[in-house]
């Protein structure tokens, strides 16, 4: 749900407020939630520079599975504070800023670091280019879908005698069924990763492609350790020095 925080900040908080019904730019309201979608925005960078300061401390799997921790719950919270009559902008604006904190912490430049990881030298460069366009596949996918999901999606229920024209109004402010799809879709995207992500932190390439090998006892005592950085005996791993061609350069230059 990142690309509906990013791209329809305004118009979810504007939900927040009761005033999604109201279409012009200039309505005090909708600046009022321009500027506060900036101000949430903020959250994101935070977290990235957080990532980058513990990436290599707390590792990848860890950073990744208290990300998606985070951002579930307050997807939860924030579908839930849609589904009051009344909405809540405070919470509204917490939920958003720390599913937006929470996702910079992990799920923003994870999977991008554990990407670049995984792949043997030879398929590298492919892989890394069908998982950049499936991400931004789904992305556009997201961003099309989600106003039409907000409207549709809505669990809120009004009095039987509210006009037509007012039950729309109501809707708009009320998109509370698609962000609990979101913290759904989050939740089973972080019981995956909890069995089949192992630990990366800290190991050479060779040892992180062993890790992916289905063949191999290591990826079967990582599993069974819980996704442990340890490892022991990984078949790529040589063990004897591989010769230098230094010194045939060296003799080419002397001669």
């Known amino acids: ?10 118009n979810i908080l504007q939900s927040g407020n009761g005033s999604a019904q109201k279409e012009n730019p200039l309505h005090p309201d909708a ?32 950073l990744m599975l208290g990300s998606l921790s985070g951002a579930c719950v307050s997807l939860f919270v924030l579908g839930f504070a849609f589904h009051t009559p009344h909405g809540n902008e405070l919470v509204v604006v917490a939920s958003m800023m720390t599913f937006l904190l929470s996702y910079g912490c992990g799920l923003a430049p994870m999977p991008w670091t ?19 366009g499936v991400n931004w596949t789904m992305n556009v996918i997201v961003s099309l879908t989600f106003l039409y999901l907000g409207e549709n999606m809505s669990t809120y229920r009004w009095k039987d005698d509210l006009p037509m024209e007012d039950r729309e109004k109501e809707i708009k402010n009320h998109p509370d069924g698609v962000f609990w799809l979101y913290s759904v879709l989050t939740a089973l995207c972080g019981i ?24 191999n006892p290591v990826l079967r005592q990582n599993a069974a350790d819980g996704g442990s950085a340890e490892v022991v005996g990984c078949s790529n791993v040589a063990a004897t020095p591989v010769p230098s061609s230094a010194p045939r350069v060296a003799s080419a230059v002397g001669s």
């Not at 690309?3 to 900040?9: D, E, L, V």
């Not at 995956?192 to 063949?215: A, H, N, R, V, Y």
């Open 192 to 215: 995956w990763l909890w069995f089949k992500m192992p630990e990366t932190q800290g190991l050479t390439l060779e040892e992180t492609i062993d890790q992916f090998d289905s063949q």
């Open 31 to 62: 600046i009022k939630a321009i500027c506060l979608s900036a101000i949430t925005a903020t959250a994101n960078l935070i977290g990235n520079l957080l990532a980058m300061c513990f990436v290599e401390r707390c590792g990848r799997r860890v």
């Open 114 to 132: 554990v990407n670049a990881e995984i792949y043997p030298v030879y398929a590298r460069s492919i892989c890394v280019s069908i998982a950049t």
């Open 1 to 10: 749900g990142i690309n509906t925080m990013m791209c329809y900040s305004a």
